[in-house]
């Protein structure tokens, strides 16, 4: 029986089903008159789709992107007895210099107190966008940081087709890419104070731990140098007073300093996990991901636009290699791109991140 043909039964009333062909019938006049459509349910099910996805879209574009939200977590990393330091880690802020909600939420995140700021890229969306990088982060002028670009920091977003991210990493920034002005955004970061790890080392003394940090600059447009890492932290130990022998007694032994290492990228690609986990990173950070951006409730992330299990695309996990591991934060960012303004099931985030004492 046409599930769209006859009429409806009273309660209790047997209904026999009688099946019938759907085929043309001749009236009188003989003209053909078509069977019963056996088209309605399935627009029916196509109007009621289409709609879904409408305010799906309508709810990822003018709700929940905006819904911006502090992750809190607690890694035990540092030494026994150490104090604990808290690290804001901030990535993927696509900042144009119309967003004010977004502009405020970070200011507003400098009454937490962090110890240290943890930049991991990706902070410009629009040639104007370093006015709102500085509406927003001029709060935390002062606070110990480290940064490393993203693709985004030199390259403007362009109108993409997303069903291209299914099929892997998006490719290289064209050569139709606006250029944006990374010195700028560099020479800014250095005026907070923060050391620049784009293929680099450095090293700051927080709450009476020293902390040796290395990064590099994006693997997702292959800038990286992750080959450099050895070089820059042989460098980094040796220009540090605390390891010329001269300045300890002879008769005396030398005390440990409480050290930990870090590891700063913007794309977690799994090749950089592993080197900064072989050259002793305790906890990596990393942003790029976004979580996944559009993500399905009780399945996660579509796609990671690199190589990352999806399992870690974003939030706290322990990326392991070669009998060695590295608690890893994959933050799922706080922006989209301009031509892409939509989050589902992924809200925009920052995270604050408290370094403890190892047991």
């Known amino acids: 029986m046409d599930p769209g043909a006859g009429t409806a039964a009273k309660a209790g009333t047997p209904v026999t089903l009688t099946l019938q062909k759907s085929t043309p019938s001749r009236t009188g006049s003989g003209r ?4 019963t459509s056996r088209f309605k349910p399935v627009g029916t099910a196509l109007a009621v789709l289409a709609g879904a996805g409408a305010a799906a879209f309508a709810y990822g574009s003018l709700v929940e992107r905006r819904a911006f939200t502090l992750r ?14 808290r690290v804001l880690h901030l990535s993927d802020l696509h900042m144009a210099p119309w967003q004010a909600d977004k502009q405020e939420w970070v200011r507003q995140l400098a009454r937490f107190q962090p110890d240290l700021i943890v930049d991991t890229g990706d902070n410009l969306s629009h040639e104007n966008g370093l006015e709102g990088i500085r509406a927003a982060l001029d709060a935390f002028r002062g606070i110990p940081g480290v940064f490393v670009h993203g693709s985004n920091d030199y390259y403007g977003p362009q109108l993409k087709n997303p069903f291209k991210y299914f099929f892997g990493p998006s490719k290289r920034h064209s050569s139709t890419a606006p250029r944006l002005d990374d010195k700028a955004l560099t020479a800014y970061f250095e005026s907070l104070g923060w050391l620049n790890l784009n293929n680099a080392a450095g090293a700051l003394e ?36 605390y390891s010329d022998d001269a300045t300890w007694p002879t008769d005396k032994p030398r005390t440990e300093r409480p050290t930990v290492t870090l590891g700063i990228v913007h794309a977690p690609y799994r090749r ?52 060695r591991a590295a608690y890893l934060n994959v933050s799922a960012g706080l922006g989209t791109s301009i031509y892409a303004p939509v989050r589902f099931a992924c809200r925009p985030e920052a995270t604050l991140v408290t370094l403890t004492a190892s047991e």
């Open 32 to 35: 053909l008159v078509a069977g």
């Open 72 to 85: 809190e977590v607690s890694v035990p990393v540092l030494p026994a007895g150490a104090e604990p330091i």
């Open 206 to 241: 927080i709450r009476g731990t020293h902390l040796e940090f290395f990064g590099v600059n994006d693997p997702h447009i292959q800038a990286d140098r992750v080959e450099a890492i050895p070089g820059a932290l042989d460098e980094l130990r040796e220009d540090d007073p």
């Open 272 to 323: 950089v996990l592993d080197a900064f986990v072989t050259y002793g990173a305790s906890m990596i950070f990393a942003g790029h991901t976004h979580g996944g951006q559009v993500c399905v409730p009780g399945f996660g992330a579509l796609v990671t636009n690199c190589d990352i299990p999806r399992s870690q695309v974003k939030g706290l996990s322990i990326w392991r290699h070669a009998f």
